[in-house]
Nanobody, 124 residues
Framework: QVQLVESGGGLVQAGGSLRLSCVAS????????MGWFRQAPGKERESVAA????????YYADSVKGRFTIGRNNAKNTVYLQMNSLKPEDTAVYYC?????????????????WGQGTQVTVSS
């Protein structure tokens, strides 16, 4: 059974930066794609970024392109989300997830394990 533990969330002013981390256990991390999703109050969960098993291919939602960077360290079973130039509309609970295979995906359907989430709040 896969376990995912996110960290790095918090309160930051608009224009600031945060780095989220997600440590995985219970599965061979390097074989699977990983993704970050977020859910704001009253809104549906949406894809933010995704990365394939090797880190060679990535996906970003249009709303975060040029501001967020996803990366992974397979030796540490960790996926990261570097968030720069944060905006109040980035406020949400951020979740990491493990894909069902090695590619990257933007649909939640393609992920089968989820972390508990970490709160990111951006003040104006």
């Amino acid at each position: 059974q896969v376990q995912l533990v996110e960290s790095g969330g918090g309160l930051v002013q608009a224009g600031g930066s945060l780095r989220l981390s997600c440590v995985a256990s219970g599965r061979t991390f390097s074989r699977y794609g990983m993704g970050w999703f977020r859910q704001a109050p009253g809104k549906e969960r949406e894809s933010v970024a995704a990365i394939n098993w090797s880190g060679s291919s990535t996906y970003y939602a249009d709303s975060v392109k040029g501001r967020f960077t996803i990366g992974r360290n397979n030796a540490k079973n960790t996926v990261y989300l570097q968030m720069n130039s944060l905006k109040p509309e980035d406020t949400a609970v951020y979740y990491c997830a493990t894909a069902r295979s090695g590619d990257y995906y933007y649909r939640a359907y393609d992920y089968d394990s989820w972390g508990q989430g970490t709160q990111v709040t951006v003040s104006s």
